[in-house]
């Protein structure tokens, strides 16, 4: 060995130089390939690269079997670094956003009644307002962090999310930031993307913690945004709020309100740990109970082109009953749009509009402790009251309508807004957070996705926002009240029936 090598050395150092390039081009080649598989595996996306599920919410890990690894690694780095800031829509998005601002309509509207919640929701804060040490907090419970700052979006991810939640509620909130440029102010903020809430009222008396997710309870401090199906859920084929919503306003009006099934329908999937759903199951007798209840087997749907799950022909009935999942669900919506007079459990969970409901004007309040008896009650009540029935439930509809995307991007605003004007430090974006922007997202998403993306895109609104009501606590206080009396009016007119005909049913 040793001679061979002095040997070798010994050989003309023209013959040897060559190799020595080629050696080190190809250490230096492994180098880099080894420096960008580093690179590409510390790089995290929205469609879940390099992220571990939530660890308060396990979920199966994401795979993304169709790639390689090298059109993996290329893709992750064009879609995380090499889109943003190039966007010729950014550059001028100033311009436009002035122009766009000083052009807004004066005279706004009023925003829906429900918009009164932000205040409430953000009262925890009023006094001793937003510090950086909240954030710090909070992101012991965040998938992300979502910081704006002259109206571009960072986002730095923590963790995973089910499905396409990130991409979708991340495409939203660049939306918002398209709809209304220039107006987003600077913001800096912690969000969980799965089901429930965590900021426990009583354990975090001393120092509530502001984070944002779909939902929210009285018992939490959680403050609910619009979830991800607002802009479209692809693996289950349910599309942009504002389309989906066209499609069901039509598809209830095949058939007249009279001429509608009367019973109370309910199709869905009862597998999801929720004990309101178990208990549902037992009241599927159309004679008994008066209410069918139908499973919804999703991955058999999705093998049949989704064509027994369209929300549009679930109208057919007078009745249509809504139970909350894991959490809340965002079947709510879709329901109140049929124009059926809807039969809501009363849930635990709330998102950002079902607070605004209101019994017996847009809903029938059904009782969570004897769900059978009480849907029974309900639709009994119906078929005697007829038009009474119908006027709620297309009061119920007309809420759903006004309440179509302008609004929701509104709300967002508003909510955004009075968050911002409650933090006491400048938002910054973390060295670890990446700018997204339309083609980002974009870039990360399947064919399917990328089609919901695009249908849901905003454009700069002619429009102000809706004009947010004032904070009044008393006013609130009332309406919780009143909300409450109802509900428990409804019960108690139920009451004399129930026993009597539960124990017939127990015979
Ligand atoms: C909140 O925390 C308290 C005290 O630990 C507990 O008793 C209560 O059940 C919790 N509430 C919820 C809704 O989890
Ligand atoms: C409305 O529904 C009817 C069937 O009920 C259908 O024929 C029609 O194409 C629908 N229109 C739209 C715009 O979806
Ligand atoms: C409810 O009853 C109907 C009719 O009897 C049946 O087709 C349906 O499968 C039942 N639903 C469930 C969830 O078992
Ligand atoms: C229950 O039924 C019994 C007869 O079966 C009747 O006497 C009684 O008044 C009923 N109670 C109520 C509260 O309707």
Redesign the pocket.
């Known amino acids: 060995m040793g001679t061979l090598s002095r040997n070798s050395t010994a050989r003309s150092p023209s013959y040897l130089f060559p190799s020595v390039i080629a050696l080190a081009s190809l250490s230096l080649t492994a180098l880099i390939i080894y420096k960008v598989d580093d690179f590409v595996s510390q790089t995290k996306t929205v469609a879940g690269h390099n992220l571990d599920p939530t660890p308060w919410h396990p979920f199966p890990p994401k795979t993304f079997p169709e790639e390689t690894r090298q059109s993996r690694a290329y893709k992750i780095i064009q879609c995380s670094y090499l889109t943003c800031g190039h966007s010729s829509i950014r550059s001028t998005g100033t311009s436009t956003s002035k122009r766009v601002s000083s052009e807004l309509s004066r005279d706004s509207l009023h925003c829906p009644e429900f918009f009164r919640w932000i205040h409430r929701d953000l009262e925890p804060w009023a006094r001793t307002r937003i510090s950086r040490t909240h954030i710090a907090e909070s992101k012991n419970y965040a998938a992300f962090r979502a910081v704006i700052s002259s109206g571009r979006l960072y986002v730095d991810l923590y963790y995973a999310c089910v499905q396409s939640r990130a991409m979708f509620t991340i495409w939203g909130l660049l939306q918002l930031l398209k709809r209304y440029p220039g107006m987003v102010p600077d913001v800096d903020l912690m969000f969980d993307c799965m089901d429930k809430p965590s900021v426990n009222r009583t354990e975090h008396a001393d120092m509530p913690l502001p984070l944002f997710r779909y939902c929210t309870t009285q018992e939490h401090f959680d403050i609910p945004f619009p979830d991800w199906s607002f802009w479209g859920w692809p693996e289950i084929n349910i599309r942009p709020w504002d389309d989906e919503f066209?499609?069901i306003k039509?598809?209830s009006?095949?058939k007249s309100w009279l001429k509608k099934g009367p019973l109370a329908y309910w199709k869905g999937n009862p597998d999801v740990g929720s004990p309101i759903r178990t208990e549902l199951l037992q009241c599927n007798d159309s004679r008994l109970w008066k209410a069918q209840i139908m499973r919804q087997d999703w991955l058999e749907e999705g093998k049949m082109g989704f064509q027994q799950s369209k929300l549009?022909n679930q109208c057919n009935h007078r009745y249509k009953i809504y139970a909350e999942g894991f959490a809340w669900s965002v079947s709510l919506k879709y329901i109140i749009s049929c124009g059926s007079l809807p039969l809501i459990i009363t849930p635990q969970y709330e998102d950002f509009f079902s607070r605004g409901l209101i019994p017996l004007k847009n809903y029938w309040p059904v009782s969570s402790t004897d769900i059978c008896q009480s849907i029974k009650f309900a639709v009994e009540w119906g078929n005697t009251n007829p038009h009474k029935a119908m006027g709620i439930g297309k009061a119920g509809q007309a809420l759903m309508e006004n309440m179509n995307m302008d609004r929701v991007y509104d709300y967002m605003f508003h909510l955004i807004s009075e968050y911002s004007k409650l933090q006491d430090f400048k938002p910054v974006p973390p060295p670890s957070a990446l700018e997204m922007c339309d083609e980002s997202l974009l870039c990360l998403a399947d064919s399917k996705q990328k089609q919901f993306l695009r249908e849901s895109a905003a454009f700069p609104s002619s429009a102000s926002p809706c004009t947010l009501q004032p904070a009044d606590s008393n006013l609130m206080e009332n309406l919780i009240q009143q909300k409450r009396k109802t509900i428990k009016d409804v019960n108690d007119m139920q009451k004399p029936k129930q026993k009597n005909s539960s124990n017939n049913a127990n015979k």
């Open positions: 066209r499609d039509n598809g009006q095949t549009s």
